[in-house]
């Protein structure tokens, strides 16, 4: 397992006290309902992040290496949502993936036959019993605003042979001023020329 400390997170982090209450509140209904002792907010599961980028507002994740535990799991959230929404707002997103890593373990234990039935789904029966117990709508997606990550820069150009348009993003376009052949239609098999009232935004 990772020497990441997931408890710092949260002790480094005062904006976040809600979403670490939710998920010990979570770890303690899973405790007393199903005798499961499952706990991301001291790390004994597995790693806490803040680290996701893009549309995705949560993430459960897991790398398999043999037995069950050996299993390396990581719930990760996307702290750039959580500034826009605000905590109050993200705390369902905790719950569902925490769910998530609840249902997977059950699976596990439940062994291999019993794993793959579909209550065990990821947004299966077992998991939305879970995000009821711990008071959330069990949404599969969330409706949260999201910005895209970045925008992207991109450099229009034309086929000398056939006329046809491409664009083309930061990287094939230094490449290509570089190298001219490095790229031809798709089509015709023609040069690529520049047009040079680019670049576009998207």
Same mark, same amino acid.
């Given at each position: ?96 993936? =925490? ?55 991109? =450099? ?9 348009? =491409? ?13 001219? !052949? =490095? ?6 098999? !023609? ?12």
């Amino acid at each position: 397992m990772s020497d990441f400390s997931p408890i710092s997170v949260f002790s480094r982090s005062p904006s976040h006290p809600l979403l670490w209450r939710e998920l010990q509140r979570a770890e303690g209904l899973v405790r007393e309902e199903t005798g499961l002792d499952l706990t991301f907010s001291d790390g004994r599961a597995g790693t806490l992040r803040f680290d996701l980028k893009g549309l995705r507002a949560g993430l459960f994740s897991v790398r398999l290496s043999g037995a069950l535990d050996a299993a390396q799991m990581s719930l990760r959230f996307n702290g750039g949502i959580i500034d826009r929404v605000g905590e109050e707002d993200f705390l369902p997103t905790i719950a569902h993936e =925490y769910a998530h890593a609840v249902v997977f373990v059950l699976g596990q234990n439940a062994g291999r036959k019993a794993f793959r039935r579909d209550d065990f789904r990821p947004h299966g029966e077992i998991w939305s019993s879970l995000m009821r117990l711990f008071g959330h709508s069990p949404d599969r997606c969330h409706s949260y605003p999201v910005t895209p990550a970045r925008r992207r820069k991109l =450099y229009g150009y034309r086929c000398a042979g056939c006329n046809r348009e =491409y664009r083309l993003g930061v990287v094939r376009h230094e490449r290509l001023a570089k190298n001219p !052949g =490095y790229l031809v239609c798709g089509r015709c098999r !023609g040069s690529l020329r520049h047009e040079p009232e680019t670049p576009v935004s998207v």
